[in-house]
């Protein structure tokens, strides 16, 4: 995995040598992810006092406030680190991040959908909201930096080659929500009879574990680039 | 080229499949240990002292006595009087013995003790005496029958007989009971009609299969008590309750259904108690009642296992008189099952069957002579020792048993050790000698008692110790000869894994050292397999991922399939400016390709999931095939023309992609498109299955066969030798030609594209015939299903050749295999029915009577159809959701009729949410 990575990195790097990748520096990272986390756990405190409902008894609704709560932090947070920002201004970022809600919702719907998801119209808005949450959660940062750019698209989710600290944020991230979702949908055919087996709530907690575990990890690995930046220009 | 030749590599390979199929069949004769059983059944011989002779010559002037005949003579020889006449053996199933004698000495818990003041009053007299009697495992139904009246323990594999039942052939009390005329009624669990046909005068089975009725399996037994008490026609007489086991699976030990079921229990002691004590008075002989359990329960209601909770068993013996027994503190109160079938032997005079491995209850004889107990623990040894003398060959007590009678010398008794053989024999002489000591009157002149006593120690010791030798050989395991086994399959697994690695290191040397992918070790896709392969294997261990291994499968293949679509995308360059040389066009082509036939996987792929929904959990869900026979079979016969013509049209147009068309090709062309026609023909004309087969269509599907049969293996065998005839421009085909570069080895070459082009010849009308023979032999409804299976295989076949060598083989192979599971189950096939589940556990803690409906509180609706249950009942889970009250509706039971609604078992957590779900659940529902 370590050599794939390193190996990643110097083709990626010779590649890019036009433009400098955005960077972001630790403590920037931090505050990004902190406030990522805070987002949620906002959302989640929410959902509990004010409208006194959660995962599990109101599915739906809980995952439409995660992804309000979190779009607009996610959107202004990331537009920040945009690529080429003197030619892309922040609004123009922000509306790339806003155009790629309703992209990332339906690849997500599709994969969904895919994977197993039941298609009965009851399950409808569950797999919605439960697409529209996956989208901030994924494709949301990387249209707000990246763009509508194929390459780096294609470089970052297709070949899980992230260069630089600032994709690493968006990389992992959206890697961990996946994978996250993926675990989570396995204890669904056991027969434990608990309400939470069902569609999309086990999958919704196996993708917020996995984006917090993801959130953590890309922290370090920002740190990791950091340090060797350091060393390269001492 | 290779350090090792081909013929060792052969060599190593078919070694390691030898060791393979040694090792997997050492070990399956490991873990399921047969062991040596004695055939036939018991006579009069068992009656006589075992010979020296260990192959007991049976008496064959039993066989051809009348049944009168042969009971006088089993009281004349046994020298030990029935106790009573009449036997009235109730099952209830599952019952621990803690609900009615206690734990360590304790009281049962005071609700158990008022469920049952009855049975509580006759144990509190000494009428009643009660055993926790040990099950061993597996305690499940069958076997633990079995066990209790042939007193012998089953081997594991009684259990994949459970479902499956056979008539018992081996020595058992039944066949005893049924050899000297008495007649026999059963009424409860048909498992016993199944074990013993044709034995029972009148019977009435119920099907255990239908855990979530409890209450009306048990009245289908009740109902005939009162008759059956009033008649004197029978000798024994069977009653199995199987509510208490159902109300178990329902809601555990501590449901609440189990108090009133347990009252319903002690209300069926006391009639039939009642009544032997009616049929005293009036001098119609002495009935004994033994209320048995086939094994006890975990506190979830489960069992199966070996834990304390699901082997506590209970044996009550409920004689007419409190006298009969003389209740003292000293007999244990824990005996084995199998100790029932020898004690109700010796009580009714029969002999004992003859693989008995249980002891004599000496309680229970406490009302014979000394002699006569004595007797009857003569003839329990007998029969055990013959037992031994079965299973231990060098069981060598040889000239100890030639001698005669020991008469007047003073009994000698040795310290017994040492091996089994020399130890059983030592302690069977012991007991012998000083029985025959006694019968000579030797010591009794002596010291009364104590030599009496003595006796009777001598032989219980012989026979505890021989019983529990013989019940750990029946159910231990070679535990050598499983790691033998095991041991030999590790090994064939490493030396074939040794060979993979082996050949995986020669083929870059010569193949592929062109591509750098190849260097890089571990991909996202190949660490998939091998994890999916791992997950897999891990997910058998727990039985609902057996019962939904479909949406396992379908959840691999899907995610298999993804990360194929990812890796088509890595190589997929959108950027048109980039520059515009042909082979990144080409290129791109052949990644638009893959991509597109990957999203056709995906899709048939989820179409085919959602065929048909099964396992366990979500079988009432409506799917398309559901849907599809609810519309009409009009429909369906569409459907199934349609995809019959599709497999044609497309089998046809697959075999046109080969360049060369030569005569060859145009003969199996023809001979396809024929069979397509007949099945197709067969389709259009038999629209209504109703309508029996005549001999013309008959004719088509025989003529359907032989042409089947004749083109498949035919060319197999011709096609290759005929191909080479013309192929010089078969290097042409772009696929093949990358590595056709040397002119010397082009003769070479050409022979393996003929090779390889009659393979694809053969493999393509191999897989178009199978979806043709499945079409015509599977469901209807399944037509579609295997056209969509062929399109799956089709653009697999495409996405695989087109990327080239892009996955490695092993991986492709894989996906092929996720594929076909996939397809597998998208037939319909389940591991598991819902129906064939009857252990399913949910809580039941609320009982509420409104007319057969009864509420619970957990996550399911339960519908069933009807009381009647030996026509195939129906079964329907409904998953309730919270929002949508309408939804709970019969979807998908269009094929069912409700005649009636008897139980509902129902879960929401408040008892008015639920009527309300059951009144627009019975809004919808029109009943004939």
Not at chain 1, 112 to 123: D, E, M, R, S, W
Not at chain 2, 535 to 555: D, K
Not at chain 2, 784 to 798: E, G, K, N, Y
Request: net charge negative.
């Amino acid at each position: 995995m370590d050599r794939r990575k390193s190996s990643g990195k110097t083709t990626a790097s010779r590649a890019s040598t036009v433009e400098a990748p955005p960077s972001i520096s630790v403590s920037e990272a931090f505050i990004v992810n902190a406030l990522c986390v805070l987002g949620l756990a906002f959302a989640f405190w929410a959902a509990n006092t004010v409208f006194s409902i959660d995962l599990v008894s109101h599915p739906s609704l809980t995952l439409f406030l995660i992804s309000i709560a979190e779009l607009p932090i996610v959107i202004l947070l990331y537009s920040r680190y945009r690529q080429n920002p003197r030619q892309c201004s922040y609004l123009r970022a922000v509306g790339r991040g806003v155009l790629g809600v309703p992209v990332g919702a339906l690849l997500n719907f599709l994969g969904a959908i895919a994977l197993g998801a039941p298609v009965k119209f009851q399950y409808l808005p569950k797999t919605i909201n439960w697409a529209l949450m996956m989208s901030v959660f994924t494709t949301v940062p990387a249209s707000c930096v990246l763009g509508s750019s194929w390459a780096e698209w294609r470089r970052i989710f297709a070949q899980t080659k992230p260069n630089g600290s600032i994709e690493y944020l968006i990389c992992l991230p959206a890697h961990g929500a996946v994978i996250g979702a993926w675990f989570g949908a396995w204890p669904m055919p056991l027969d434990w009879e608990r309400p939470w087996q069902e569609w999309p709530i086990s999958v919704s907690y196996g993708t917020i574990v996995g984006y917090l575990v993801a959130l953590v990890a890309s922290l370090g690995f920002v740190l990791a680039c950091f340090r060797s930046l350091h060393i390269k220009s001492e | 080229m290779s350090s090792v030749s081909c013929t060792k590599l052969t060599l190593f390979t078919v070694a390691a499949v030898t060791i393979q199929f040694i090792g997997l069949s050492i070990f399956v004769f490991g873990f399921f240990p047969v062991k040596p059983l004695l055939t036939g059944h018991s006579g009069s011989e068992s009656f006589r002292r075992p010979t020296c002779d260990v192959r007991d010559v049976s008496n064959h002037s039993d066989a051809s006595l009348l049944p009168d005949s042969l009971r006088f003579l089993y009281q004349e020889v046994s020298e030990v009087p029935p106790l009573y006449d009449r036997l009235v053996l109730m099952v209830i199933d599952g019952l621990p013995a803690e609900f009615v004698l206690g734990k360590k000495g304790q009281p049962p818990s005071k609700v158990f003790m008022e469920a049952m003041p009855y049975t509580q009053s006759l144990l509190a007299n000494g009428t009643a005496v009660g055993y926790h009697a040990i099950a061993a495992a597996p305690t499940v139904t069958m076997p633990r029958l079995k066990a209790m009246v042939s007193g012998a323990i089953g081997g594991f594999l009684d259990v994949a007989f459970n479902f499956n039942t056979q008539a018992y052939l081996e020595d058992n009390l039944l066949a005893q009971f049924f050899k000297i005329g008495w007649k026999m009624v059963m009424h409860g669990d048909d498992t016993w009609l199944k074990l013993f046909p044709g034995l029972f005068e009148r019977h009435d089975g119920v099907t255990s299969f239908f855990v979530k009725d409890t209450v009306q399996v048990d009245q289908n037994v009740s109902r005939h008590l009162v008759d059956e008490l009033s008649r004197d026609d029978w000798n024994f007489l069977i009653l199995h309750y199987l509510g208490l086991d159902h109300v178990g699976h329902l809601g555990g030990r501590n449901s609440v259904l189990m108090a009133s079921k347990l009252v319903e229990m002690d209300e069926v002691v006391k009639t039939i108690h009642i009544n032997t004590l009616q049929n005293l008075e009036n001098d119609q002989g002495k009935t004994l009642l033994v209320v048995v359990s086939d094994h006890g329960m975990t506190e979830n209601g489960n069992h199966g296992g070996s834990s304390y909770e699901e082997t506590d068993s209970i044996a009550l013996f409920i004689g007419p008189k409190p006298h009969t027994f003389h209740h003292s503190s000293s007999n244990p109160d824990t005996i084995f099952q199998v100790d029932i079938a020898p004690t109700l032997a010796l009580l009714f005079g029969v002999p004992i069957p003859k693989n008995n491995i249980g002891v004599l209850i000496s309680q229970m004889v406490d009302s014979l002579t000394d002699d006569q107990k004595l007797r009857a623990l003569q003839l329990n040894s007998w029969q055990l020792f013959r037992l031994l003398q079965a299973q231990l060959p060098g069981l060598s007590c040889r000239n100890l048993l030639c001698d005669t009678f020991i008469t007047n010398i003073e009994p000698t008794i040795s310290e017994c050790k040492g091996r089994e053989e020399k130890l059983f024999c030592c302690l069977y002489v012991n007991a012998a000698t000083l029985h025959d000591a006694w019968k000579a009157k030797v010591f009794s002149r002596f010291n009364g008692t104590e030599g009496y006593n003595s006796i009777l120690a001598a032989y219980h010791e012989f026979l505890s110790s021989a019983s529990e030798w013989l019940s750990h050989k029946a159910t231990d395991k070679p535990v050598n000869l499983l790691v033998l086994g095991v041991a030999a399959l590790i090994i064939s697994c490493l030396i074939l894994l040794g060979l993979v690695f082996f050949i995986h290191k020669e083929i870059p040397s010569w193949e592929t050292q062109d591509h750098e992918n190849y260097m890089t070790p571990w991909k996202f896709d190949e660490v998939f397999v091998l994890f999916g392969i791992l997950t897999l294997v891990i997910s058998m261990g727990s039985s609902s991922m057996i019962e939904e291994e479909h949406y396992i499968w379908n959840f691999l293949t899907s995610t298999i399939n993804f990360l194929f679509f990812r890796k088509a995308i890595q190589s997929l360059d959108l950027n048109k400016a980039h520059d515009i040389l042909s082979s990144t066009e080409e290129k791109r082509n052949i990644s638009g390709c893959q991509i597109s036939s990957l999203f056709l996987i995906l899709f048939t792929g989820r179409i085919l999931g959602g065929w048909h929904q099964g396992g366990v959990n979500w079988t009432n869900l409506p799917d398309i095939a559901k849907w599809l026979e609810q519309a009409g079979n009009q429909y369906i016969n569409l459907i199934q023309i349609a995809s019959c013509a599709m497999v044609i049209i497309l089998g046809i147009s697959i075999l046109y992609l080969v360049q060369s068309k030569t005569k060859v090709v145009t003969v199996i062309w023809f001979s396809l498109l024929m069979s397509g026609l007949l099945v197709l023909q067969h389709f259009v004309k038999h629209q209504d299955m109703s309508i029996p087969y005549n001999n013309d269509e008959n004719l088509s599907i025989q003529v359907f066969y032989a042409v089947l049969g004749i083109t498949t293996v035919a060319v197999v065998l011709i096609l290759p030798w005929i191909m080479p005839m013309q192929t010089p421009e078969i290097c042409s085909r772009k696929n093949i030609c990358m590595s056709a570069s040397v002119p010397v080895e082009v003769q070479n070459m050409t022979r393996i594209f003929v090779l390889k082009d009659s393979l694809y010849i053969v493999g393509c009308l191999y897989i178009t015939f199978w979806c043709l023979l499945q079409l015509l032999l599977q469901q209807s409804i399944n037509a579609m299903p295997v056209l969509l299976l062929f399109i799956q295989f089709l653009a697999s076949m495409l996405t695989f050749s087109s990327s080239g060598s892009c996955h490695k083989q092993w991986v492709e192979i894989t996906a092929l295999y996720y594929l076909g599971m996939a397809g597998h189950f998208a037939l319909g096939n389940r591991n598991f029915k819902s129906l064939n589940l009857p252990f399913r556990s949910s809580n039941v803690h609320h009982y509420l009577c409104i007319p057969d409906v009864i509420l619970s509180e957990s996550g399911a609706v339960h519908l069933c159809q009807g009381h009647d249950l030996s026509t195939g009942y129906q079964e329907r889970k409904l998953r309730r959701n919270s929002q949508d009250p309408s939804w709970i509706s019969l979807l998908g039971t269009a094929d069912h009729k409700f005649c009636s609604l008897d139980c509902v078992h129902n879960c929401p957590a408040v008892d008015e949410e639920s009527l309300v779900y059951l009144e627009c659940f019975f809004s919808q529902v029109s009943f004939p």
